[in-house]
Structures are given as C-alpha cells and as structure tokens.
C-alpha cells in the first residue's frame, strides 16, 4: 500500500529561480494539499486540489501555484524564489470524506541561496 | 478565521511519567481536531482525531485527548510515557461543515523527549 511519495527530497536553488515539486497521493485518495513548514513552526496551508483544480488556498502569493494530474498527482510551483521560501514543503492526501485525515509525505527541503 | 495555539514547545519528562500537551484552538463553529506526531526521521502521522461525539478520543499507542468545546482545547494525554514517545507532536483544527477534507491549521508543535 503506497503512502504518500514526493521528490526530490532535498533542492538547492538560487533567489529568483523558479522550482517544480511533485507528490504523489496514498492509493485511493484523490485529494492533495500542500503545506509549508518552516523551521519551528507548524505546517502552513499553501492549497488544496480535487478533480484538478485548485479548491481551498492559504494566505501565499500567487507565485505559488500548482496542478494536480487526472491520476490525482499533484505539482507545486515556486516562481521567483525569495531567500525566505527556504522549507520544508509537505504534500499531504486524503479522501474527501469530513473527517479524513491528511496522510504525509516524507517532504521536500527547499534552499533558496 | 481559525488558529490552533500549543503552550508548551519542548517538554522534557522521565520514562513512566504522565503527559498532558496542551492544544486550544480559535474557530466560531464545528470542528474536527487531530493531534499528529512526527518520530525523528518520518512523516507525520495522525495519532487521534475527534469528530463529533464522545469528546474523550483515544488513539494510538495508548495515547488520548478531550475535546472541551467550553475551554476550546484539545489537550493530549498519555498516563505512562515511554522513551520512544520521544517524537514532536502536532495539534490541528479543520473548521466547518465542508464535505470535503480542506485546510487544516496546525500549531506549532510540542518536542516531546522521554529520558530512559
């Protein structure tokens, strides 16, 4: 039974890049959402995607962006990298259900120099 | 607007001592709550979760929370710790009647370490 799988793992980028993070969901889930988690701190909502479109979005710029695929995959972009988008991004699943909980990947630690 | 508030942000406990980690959260209407835990070197996973019902939750590992609407909280228990309780732990609202999993809000987590 896959969990939730995300890549790369680590990331070094320069300020003003742009960068691709990708995840793929539990089996069975069809929901996505991306959260940040900087060092300290709980995770933040970024967004949350079903049937390929972007449902629910936190309090991020719209340099962040995503996608989520017709096999429930999902991709968050960055645009124009700040050096304080350094974190750690997670990608959680989930069912649709009310009370579903988000099941984790394992992360994506993103350094912007 | 929702906010989930954790008072304590290390604690430090002896093997077999009683844990309470403290969650209070800020929301106008339902709520579903979970605590999470992250082990060193995994994911997050959940641990419990209230959703209606009976307001005392238990969940793995021998570890149980109360939902007391009056105080808003949602503390984390466990009678007797063991060293590998040793993990940070995370609180977590998702508000409304939405029928779909949407935006849950996390606190800022508890490290939990458990001295053998």
């Known amino acids: 039974d896959a969990g939730v799988t995300q890549s790369p793992t680590h990331l070094i980028k320069t300020r003003g890049q742009q960068v691709t993070l990708r995840c793929s969901p539990k089996?069975?889930?069809?929901?996505v959402s991306w959260y940040q988690q900087a060092l300290g701190q709980g995770p933040q909502f970024i967004f949350q995607?079903?049937?390929?479109?972007?449902?629910q979005r936190g309090n991020f710029p719209d340099r962040f962006s995503g996608h989520q695929f017709p096999n429930y995959s999902s991709e968050l972009n960055v645009n124009a990298l700040l050096l304080g988008d350094s974190a750690l991004y997670l990608c959680?699943?989930?069912?649709?259900?009310?009370?579903?909980?988000?099941?984790f990947g394992n992360g994506t630690r993103l350094t912007v120099t | 607007a929702q906010s989930v508030s954790q008072h304590n942000h290390h604690v430090i406990l002896s093997e077999a001592a009683s844990l309470e980690l403290g969650c209070n959260y800020s929301?106008?209407?339902?709520?579903?709550l979970f605590w999470y835990v992250q082990y060193p070197g995994q994911h997050l996973q959940l641990l419990l979760k209230y959703f209606s019902g009976d307001p005392l939750v238990k969940g793995i590992k021998g570890f149980e929370a109360e939902f007391i609407k009056s105080k808003f909280s949602f503390n984390l228990r466990k009678p007797s710790v063991q060293w590998s309780d040793t993990a940070e732990y995370f609180c977590?609202?998702?508000?409304?009647?939405?029928?779909?999993?949407?935006?849950?809000?996390f606190g800022d987590g508890t490290t939990l370490t458990v001295k053998p």
């Open positions: 089996s069975g889930h069809d929901t």
């Open positions: 995607y079903y049937e390929e479109e972007e449902r």
């Open positions: 929301y106008g209407g339902t709520v579903n």
């Open positions: 977590a609202l998702r508000g409304g009647y939405n029928t779909n999993a949407g935006k849950s809000t």
């Open positions: 959680a699943s989930s069912s649709r259900a009310l009370n579903s909980p988000l099941h």
